[in-house]
């Protein structure tokens, strides 16, 4: 029960703020220690890990391209196409944005897009600009903060409700390997079509909060 | 035969840049702390197979330290202006829209083709790191064609990839840190010891009481662990195996598919999974750590309650 101590720590940790690699380092060494690791062990543990995870960070090589593509202009560009669609608003791009994001996730495309190589340099650009043009003039911080935190939680939630789709996605390999030590036998297909239910559900309940978020982001700048 | 071996010098090779050129921004009042940073950080990569476990781990614990410590700044490579960015986009045009179109399609190419190419019947790319390979080949490739097609300095690539490095910050190191965190907690035992737990207070003899303990049991789980892979096979061997399929006779293959996807409403309300929910965060400049956070929570807590809904239903045809 003690080694819970470390998921406490964790918990605890980031609703204060502290840094959190620090955090994570405080909650292995207090989980570690309470399951009665020495403090060189947790260590060892945690490096041995550190270095075979190494390729989670390796997407940040993906920089370079994003920077010196804004260098050359290509977020003020995104914003003059979309000013020149004059049905855009940010909900509706949002919505063509979660439905292409399923789709191309369910097809196993999960890295294609992302928040550094489209969130960033395309798509919260062109979703500021078309809440701009409809609210007339430049957005108060706050809308601006809420329109650019919802261009990243639609391409989450795209993602998560779409990779499932694809057959040979990891968590689905994971749940074909599991039952399999279990006894059970299940296809890969037969995981992948009962993720279809939920992946339509998502699409409609965030689809109906980006048409509510429109609405909304007019009463707030009409508001202020 | 391509694969990890290649990616991992390469990014050595770039985060060393980010080092050695943040050492030299005079603007950086803490331009030591950034240097110092990430030339550690690319030290894991160049040789940290020759480090030892203990080695990488002393390696993180100094990474956490500069950063706890607030010795990490932000560089202020010299960049365009937006007036200069205004211009230089009317200049270019919709053309600049195909090196960042270049990075998906590359990526799906890659995807499919790496696997099968062969040198002399030997696999030129490591078929289980394709994807990594071709999203790396991706970023090589359409930096090339926006330096060529947008007349850009030689010096571009890195300083730009610095200065949205700096952005992003400690931030950059989380997803692998909690990785590692993930790591320790499966040697203390936190993941079965919460198991238990869940399964000790499930409700033994209602249907939709077994399949909501499930489906919430694994949003939970995944909040606390950051991670729905770790949540799965505890709570589906302590709740779902005995209880939803077992007792009740569940459909396996509806039950896992969407208990995985209930794990996915977890991911998606917790600090944890760093890299969806705290990078974006950094890198669109967001004053609140949580703002992202914040606005998928209504999505997933209604999710979780459609998850629960469509258990209950599509499970239990028979």
Redesign the interface.
């Known amino acids: 029960?003690l080694?819970?101590l470390?998921?406490l720590v964790?918990?605890l940790g980031?609703a204060l703020?502290?840094?959190?690699?620090?955090v994570?380092?405080a909650?292995?060494m207090t989980?570690?220690l309470?399951?009665g690791?020495s403090p060189?062990e947790?260590?060892?543990?945690?490096?041995?890990?550190?270095?075979t995870?190494?390729?989670?960070?390796?997407?940040?090589?993906?920089?370079?391209?994003?920077?010196?593509?804004?260098?050359?202009?290509?977020?003020?560009?995104a914003r003059?196409?979309i000013l020149r669609l004059k049905a855009a608003s940010a909900g509706r791009i949002l919505i063509a944005y979660l439905a292409l994001r399923q789709l191309?996730a369910a097809l196993?495309?999960t890295?294609?897009?992302g928040?550094?190589?489209?969130?960033?340099?395309?798509l919260?650009p062109m979703t500021e600009a078309a809440a701009e043009a409809r609210a007339g003039g430049a957005l108060s911080?706050n809308s601006r903060?809420?329109v650019?935190?919802?261009?990243?939680?639609t391409?989450?939630?795209g993602?998560?409700?779409g990779e499932?789709i694809f057959l040979a996605i990891?968590?689905i390999l994971?749940?074909v390997g599991?039952?399999d030590q279990?006894g059970?036998t299940?296809?890969p297909l037969?995981?992948?079509?009962?993720?279809i239910?939920?992946a339509l559900?998502?699409f409609v309940?965030?689809g109906a909060?980006l048409l509510l978020f429109d609405r909304g982001l007019v009463k707030d700048e009409v508001g202020e | 035969m391509i694969g990890l071996t290649f990616v991992y010098p390469l990014a050595g090779l770039v985060f060393g840049a980010f080092a050695a050129l943040s050492a030299f921004d005079r603007e950086n009042p803490k331009r030591l702390g950034n240097a110092v940073f990430w030339g550690l950080f690319a030290v894991c990569f160049l040789v940290g197979d020759r480090l030892g476990d203990l080695g990488n781990g002393v390696l993180a614990l100094a990474l956490a330290l500069i950063a706890g410590a607030g010795q990490l700044g932000v560089g202020k490579p010299r960049t365009t202006t937006s007036e200069e960015r205004e211009r230089l986009a009317r200049v270019h045009g919709a053309k600049l829209f195909l090196p960042a179109l270049l990075i998906p399609v590359t990526v799906l190419v890659g995807a499919l083709t790496l696997k099968r190419l062969s040198v002399h019947g030997a696999p030129l790319v490591d078929p289980k790191q394709a994807t990594l390979v071709a999203l790396v080949l991706a970023s090589l490739a359409a930096t090339l064609l926006a330096k060529i097609l947008f007349r850009q300095p030689a010096s571009a690539p890195l300083q730009e990839g610095r200065r949205l490095m700096d952005l992003v910050g400690w931030a950059a190191l989380l997803p692998q840190m909690l990785a590692a965190l993930g790591a320790v907690f499966a040697v203390a035992g936190v993941g079965k010891t919460i198991g238990d737990l869940v399964a000790h207070v499930t409700p033994v003899d209602s249907r939709l009481a077994a399949v909501t303990a499930y489906c919430l049991g694994m949003a939970v789980f995944t909040m606390m662990m950051g991670n729905a892979f770790a949540a799965f096979p505890v709570l589906t061997a302590g709740v779902a195996l005995p209880l939803v399929i077992g007792r009740f006779h569940g459909d396996p293959a509806v039950v896992c598919a969407i208990g995985m996807l209930s794990g996915f409403c977890g991911t998606l309300l917790t600090p944890l999974a760093a890299n969806f929910n705290l990078v974006p965060a950094a890198l669109l400049q967001l004053k609140d750590r949580y703002a992202v956070i914040r606005a998928q929570a209504p999505t997933a807590a209604v999710m979780l309650i459609v998850n629960v809904v469509l258990m209950n239903t599509l499970a239990f045809r028979r």
């Open positions: 029960m080694t819970l470390g998921v964790v918990m980031f703020r502290f840094n959190p690699l620090l994570v380092i909650a292995a989980s570690g309470a399951a690791l060189i947790v260590l060892t543990v945690f490096g041995k890990a550190f270095r995870n190494r390729y989670v960070s390796v997407a940040w090589l993906v920089l370079p391209a994003v920077g010196v593509l804004e260098r050359a202009g290509l977020k003020e560009q003059t196409t191309s196993g495309l890295q294609a897009a928040h550094a190589q489209t969130v960033r340099p395309l919260a911080d903060e809420r650019r935190a919802m261009s990243a939680a391409d989450n939630v993602l998560f409700f499932d990891g968590s994971l749940i599991f039952l279990s059970l299940v296809e037969a995981l992948s079509v009962w993720a239910p939920s559900a998502a309940v965030h909060r």
